[in-house]
């Protein structure tokens, strides 16, 4: 079983902020995660492995700092990973994004089954994935909570749907993206640590993939980011002093006056 | 204080702390109410690799020596000494067979302490604690099989673990010359578990009495020779007195983390009591006490695993100081916290349970005392 997970680089965004004046996100001194739904699709990839053997690749589009993302997979114990990077990458939308991880999966070749999270954490679209399959003309599950069955030929899966799930056979190749509930990740071991600090990370470019210039980074995005924006908060705050039964008074007389009741 | 950890030594200790913190600390309160064998958090160590670090690579190891077990055993002890004993004690257990075992016997059991399968070390019985050489367990030779009979008490990892390393008399009439050293597998037939005992700590830990009647051991299962048994169990227990050292400085470590943090955040007079000099001095002291006890260890397994020989004086004062400080930084632990810190809601009175075993086992504190007093006039 020849497995390829697809993880993106993503802020911490219990620490981000968004700067005011710019609208955009201030990523200086933020950390860099794998974007935690991710996480869990490694998490299956090796599971799976272990079950039927075979191989997990972990790919990733994106800057070179997504090396120490990728060496971090290492150290949960994938067997390669590979990192997508080029300037003529940089700016590329969601279209553009899975066209150019599909052209990837079709590189690797003889590819089973690919993983993705069900969306990332930044971005929230969740398209990346079922992109990936379009662009490789496989079936694709999303929301994938439970495997129930994986052999070389098909898989069948649970996905959440509101109220309940919805069971999914797919022949194989195909792709699922998986949520949270999907599995417990495991921690890194430490020969995984220390294979990744040794590991060289591969970087593909554009000349390394057969692609269409056309369809990659911004000039391949139909999709532009106009502006971020977050919404104002108007919120006025008094702070009732006195005994409790003086501001309990006073509460019940600013109640009144916005006629809340 | 900077011991100048290799970086693979620095990846076991961060490793446990990142486990310790996730795994173990939202659990410890759960298993020490309940006593059972953590299962759950032995198969993550298992597969993160925790087991291998003390075992050479030639058996799936990771060619670490007594250091990298004591540091793996203090970080996890700095959250739950009781879950951090399930692997300590494998490293107990397993020694004999890695001192003492043939190629083969190494080969085929070493592996699987590698891949983290609980092992015992079965040495003491009821007559038998601070003088082994009482000990009624006997192995009469017949033909290619040793029998078995006795029963072994207090034994850490009794029942949840597959591999023991039994200690009993093989020729009564030769006194310590006459005992020899077994590996004995679980599910042999005529080996069986008595009570599981109830103890004040370390509950999450588990320790069990294990029954021989007429238990039927090949001869090909004798570690080193017969009439070895004494030196398998003294050497043995001179190169695993440091992990029940770096235990003991984990659950000190533990009791002044938890105070640090306690001392900042309860007030009284106006204002937090780490303000107040009495409790400076206390945690000063404490944490002075931990770090020296620290030291030792680490010298101790550093000495150890240089290939020293000499190393019984060295390995007694290293447990016994770090379980003496232990017991005595809980306490002071206990007091910090004051009326909270006598509750089970909070984590000290916990410390101090589990801290008085580390001045027990392996040899009580007094014991050690006697080791080292006869080490000082030798030479």
């Known amino acids: 079983m020849n497995i390829v997970v697809c993880i993106k680089q993503v802020p911490d965004t219990t620490d981000v902020k968004i700067d005011r004046n710019t609208n955009t996100l201030i990523r200086s001194g933020v950390k860099s995660i794998i974007n935690p ?67 990837a999966i079709k590189s690797i070749g003889n590819v089973d089954l690919v993983i993705c999270g069900k969306q990332a954490i930044d971005g929230d679209t969740a398209q990346v994935g079922p992109g990936i399959a379009e662009h490789l003309n496989t079936p694709h599950t999303t929301y994938v909570n439970e495997l129930c069955n994986i052999n070389s030929a098909n898989i069948t899966v649970k996905r959440m749907i509101e109220g309940g799930y ?61 502006s971020v924006s977050t919404p104002q908060i108007n919120t006025q705050t008094e702070i009732f002093t006195g005994n409790a039964k003086e501001q309990v008074h006073k509460l019940l007389e600013a109640l009144n006056e916005q006629k809340i009741f | 204080m900077d011991y100048f950890l290799t970086e693979k030594q620095q990846i076991i200790r961060d490793l446990c702390h990142r486990i310790s913190q996730e795994k173990i600390k939202p659990v410890v309160q759960e298993y020490d109410e309940s006593g059972e064998f953590p299962w759950e958090i032995m198969d993550i160590l ?54 003492f075992g043939n190629e083969s016997q190494k080969q085929k059991y070493m592996t699987k302490v590698a891949d983290g399968t609980i092992a015992a070390f079965a040495l003491t019985e009821a007559e038998a604690g601070s003088d082994a050489s009482n000990m009624k367990t006997t192995a009469e030779k ?31 009439n030769k006194g310590s010359r006459g ?80 105070c640090l943090k306690y001392s900042r955040e309860r007030e009284q007079f106006g204002q937090p009591i780490s303000n107040f000099q009495a409790i400076r001095h206390m945690l000063a002291d404490m944490s002075m006490q931990t770090e020296a006890a ?30 003496d400080v232990a017991m005595k930084v809980t306490t002071d632990a206990v007091q910090i916290f004051g009326g909270y810190g006598y509750m089970k809601d909070y984590p000290v009175e916990k ?20 080791v080292i007093a006869s080490n000082l006039w030798k030479k």
């Not at chain 1, 869990?40 to 589009?61: C, D, F, P, T, Y």
């Not at chain 1, 040794?198 to 999709?223: H, R």
């Not at chain 2, 290619?144 to 093989?170: E, P, R």
């Not at chain 2, 004086?313 to 379980?323: I, L, N, Q, R, W």
Request: glycine share 10%; aromatic share 6%.
């Open chain 1, 166 to 226: 919805e069971k999914v056979e797919m022949d194989l190749p195909a792709l699922i993206t998986v949520v949270k509930e999907v599995n417990e990740v495991r921690f890194p071991s430490i020969r995984g640590i220390l294979r990744s600090r040794e590991i060289d990370v591969p970087i593909w470019t554009s000349k390394d993939l057969n692609i269409d210039f056309t369809k990659i980074g911004l000039d391949g995005s139909p999709t532009q980011v106009v």
């Open chain 2, 142 to 172: 017949d033909g290619d099989y040793y029998v078995l009979n006795g029963v072994k008490q207090w034994i850490t990892n009794g029942g949840v673990a597959d591999i023991y390393t039994v200690i009993a008399m093989t020729d009564k």
């Open chain 2, 351 to 370: 410390m101090m349970r589990d801290a008085k075993i580390t001045q027990i086992y392996e040899g009580t504190n007094q014991i050690q005392r006697d």
């Open chain 2, 179 to 258: 005992a020899t050293a077994f590996i004995v597998e679980k599910g042999t037939p005529g080996f069986s578990f008595g009570v599981k005992e109830n103890k004040m700590g370390i509950r999450a830990s588990t320790t069990m009495e294990l029954i021989f009647e007429n238990c039927r051991i090949h001869k090909d299962q004798v570690l080193a020779r017969p009439g070895m048994g004494y030196i398998v169990a003294l050497k043995t227990l001179d190169r695993t007195r440091p992990g029940v050292g770096a235990q003991a400085v984990g659950i000190a470590q533990g009791a002044i983390d938890v």
């Open chain 2, 294 to 323: 620290r030291a030792l260890v680490y010298a101790a397994a550093r000495m150890i695993d240089s290939g020293a020989k000499d190393i019984s004086k060295e390995s007694a004062m290293c447990k016994c100081f770090a379980g």
């Open chain 1, 37 to 103: 739904y991710d996480t869990h699709a490694i998490e299956l990839g090796l599971q799976i492995r272990e079950k039927l053997g075979g191989k997990v690749v972990v790919i990733s589009m994106g800057p070179p700092q997504v090396i120490d993302s990728l060496k971090e997979a290492v150290s949960m114990g994938v067997d390669d990973v590979i990192l997508l990077s080029d300037r003529a990458f940089a700016g590329a939308d969601t279209l553009a994004t899975s066209y150019t991880l599909a052209e």
């Open chain 2, 46 to 99: 298992a597969k993160s690799d925790i087991f291998r670090v003390f075992i050479p690579e030639k058996y799936d190891g990771l060619g670490g020596g007594i250091f990298e077990m004591s540091l793996a055993t203090e970080e996890l002890s700095r959250v739950c000494s009781g879950i951090a004993l399930g692997f300590a004690a494998t490293g107990l257990g397993s020694m004999p067979i890695l001192l």
